[in-house]
């Protein structure tokens, strides 16, 4: 039996999983902020958030439109992952005392110029929305469906609405200026303090009224929402008196779980399990077929080995002089798998750190956050995979495959984003990053990512060569004609198609939950998500490399890899696809966004697929030619 095989260093990472969630289960809010306790009566201080839409895609702040702001406006991102994404946020006007409820407590007031109400109108008509938080928690609004048989919540609430008034024939804009916040609080009646675990919106426009000069207001029109009278219009010399209420609101759930109301009850669930089901089923079926037919296979060719009128081999067996030759380019694969182990060891760690609670799915960005810090982490995993893979293929130079390695992704993903970043700085939006954090990113990766992945190198450098189980010829044999079914870019084509198909409907969710900013399970399926991927890419993987193999071809090193890799073609075709069916987004500079972060997700997923779909067919060649006697 041969040593060594790649497919245990993707099992590598499940040991840095444990130290990762040691170091999480200290540390538990680095890229949260613990929640409070509050007495009745302690003040609540809701912050702003950038305006934002899903028809442009360019968050700008809060303050970039005329609303009422305290007396100083103070930037207060509070988590390392709000740094590094650039968000914006900002104290405002609205101030709460925990369990003390109010009613038409005024802001402010203003009068709008045409200038103001022109910025007023663009981002209605653009669809933004206003986000804010309390106690870290997002703000939310719900929609009962029209049976009331569910409510759907989003992020944040519209900045106003477009409608005909009165028997008007022209559509004018409305602006949402009364807001009624529900805080929801869980109580520990023991320790007598409470947990805040919802913050939700109910807005509404109206014009106010008042008596007397407005040093001396009275509002008359502060009551029900069905006495609000007339909906407040944005217009040149309008004046716009900005109120809210605020209600308090027992809730059983606690903080742990207050996603849990958000959350829809069905739908994600349903085809995830059906998938699930689907994948199980065949994935069933193709093992029993393989594992009969390699199995007759390999009996077949033990028993000829003993017989003297064997004279002749074919199938699989007839290349093991060839199988394990280098192929061509052998640094970039190498360079390639290496990333690729990475990248599976960061989305294994982040899915399962996700799906047992470490993450909220009311901030659904906190994800990406998150798997940028465990991919630095994961940079002995790399530089140990493609320096051993490396060495396999007789290489001396693994200093430079371990910095190619360690640059060649993150180089690249860096280029696209800078370029994204500096159309949005162009484009005016608060999304910029600004030049401090990148090169806070730069000294991550130069001095931590870097550094981590040389280690690796070096530990896999100093480990014996992996030895095949088979001796390779000197002079490479001719492989014979091949009908054209077996084309090498129809049958990556296809194998690429089954892992797309497998978890197309979660990456609906996905797109959804990034596009559409709504709620959904999607921490919890992409544990089940990512088990479906890696099953089909590895049982994709031995399929067509075994069948290659029977056809006496032993180019299977970038096959094994490009099969599987070639989901992310499928993937990127069906963003575009979302793009012009699902969405609203229409203006140029949005358009490059989108494709941009999408061409950066599908080169990631490409990566990633490709490493499982090679390591498996590794492990699986190393197995079939190890079970084989030969002369």
């Known amino acids: 039996m041969a040593r060594g095989t790649l497919l245990p260093q993707l099992c590598i990472s499940l040991c840095t999983f444990v130290l990762l969630f040691a170091y999480h289960a200290s540390c538990f809010y680095l890229f949260d902020v613990a929640p409070q306790d509050f007495h009745k009566g302690d003040p609540l201080m809701v912050k702003v958030k950038e305006l934002t839409s899903t028809k442009t895609h360019l968050p700008y702040s809060y303050y970039s439109l005329p609303y009422c702001h305290p007396e100083r406006v103070v930037d207060s991102a509070e988590t390392l992952g709000e740094v590094i994404q650039g968000e914006l946020i900002q104290n405002s006007p609205y101030l709460f005392r925990m369990r003390e409820p109010q009613k038409c407590k005024i802001v402010c007031r203003i009068v709008l110029d045409a200038k103001t109400a022109k910025e007023f109108k663009e981002k209605i008509e653009d669809e933004y929305r206003v986000n804010m938080i309390l106690d870290n928690l997002p703000l939310v609004r719900g929609i009962s469906f029209p049976d009331e048989s569910s409510i759907l919540y989003s992020h944040g609430f519209p900045i106003g609405f477009t409608g005909m008034y009165a028997g008007s024939k022209e559509v004018k804009y409305f602006i949402q200026n009364h807001l009624t916040f529900v805080v929801k609080y869980h109580e ?29 207001a009275h509002l008359t029109t502060c009551g029900e929402p069905n006495t609000y009278g007339s909906p407040q219009e944005v217009k040149d010399r309008n004046e716009i008196i900005f109120t809210y209420d605020v209600e308090f609101e027992a809730s059983d759930l606690k903080r742990e779980s207050h996603s849990d109301m958000y959350l829809p009850k069905v739908g994600d669930w349903f085809w995830t399990v059906k998938s699930l089901t689907i994948v199980l089923f065949l994935s069933g079926m193709v093992a029993m077929i393989m594992l009969r037919t390699i199995y007759r296979d390999i009996s077949k060719y033990n028993q000829l080995q003993t017989q003297e009128e064997a004279q002749e081999e074919t199938g699989w067996k007839v290349v093991h002089g060839d199988v394990f030759r280098p192929p061509s380019n052998s640094e970039l694969l190498c360079v390639y798998v290496g990333t690729g182990v990475q990248l599976f060891g960061t989305v294994l760690v982040t899915v399962v750190l996700a799906a047992i609670g470490i993450l909220s799915p009311s901030n659904g960005r906190r994800l990406i956050r998150l798997m940028l810090f465990h991919w630095i982490l994961m940079g002995p995993v790399a530089g140990y995979t493609s320096v051993r893979l490396y060495k396999k293929f007789d290489g001396t130079e693994w200093k430079r495959i371990t910095l190619r390695t360690a640059l060649m992704f993150p180089a690249t993903a860096f280029a696209v984003f800078f370029l994204l970043n500096a159309l949005v700085w162009f484009q005016g939006s608060s999304r910029a990053m600004p030049l401090g954090t990148m090169l806070l990113l730069v000294f991550l990766l130069f001095g931590i990512s870097v550094p981590l992945a040389f280690i690796g190198g070096y530990a896999g450098f100093r ?24 084309n090498q870019v129809l049958s990556i084509l296809i194998g690429g198609f089954l892992p797309f198909a497998a978890v197309f409907i979660e990456f609906f969710f996905i797109l959804v939950s990034i596009w559409y900013f709504e709620f959904h399970r999607i921490y919890s399926f992409l544990p089940i998500m990512f088990a479906i991927l890696i099953v089909t890419c590895a049982e994709v993987s031995i399929v067509q490399c075994y069948f290659q193999l029977r056809s006496e071809d032993y180019h299977w090193w970038w096959r094994s890899y490009l099969t599987s890799a070639s989901s992310a073609l499928y993937l990127f075709l069906y963003a575009v696809y979302f793009l012009f069916f699902k969405t609203e987004i229409t203006k140029p500079a949005s358009l490059v966004l989108y494709f941009g972060y999408m061409l950066l997700l599908s080169y990631a997923f490409s990566v990633l697929t490709g490493a499982i779909g090679f390591c498996t067919c590794f492990s699986f060649t190393r197995l079939i030619y190890s079970s084989v006697k030969f002369d």
Do not use: C
């Open 188 to 216: 520990d009646p023991i320790k007598n303090l409470s947990k805040i675990v919802g913050f939700e919106i109910k807005p509404f426009s109206v014009k106010h009224e008042y008596d007397g000069i407005w040093t001396h």
């Open 463 to 486: 480990k014996p060569a992996m030895e095949d189980p088979v001796r390779t010829r000197k002079i490479a044999r001719q492989i014979p004609e091949q009908p054209w079914y077996k």
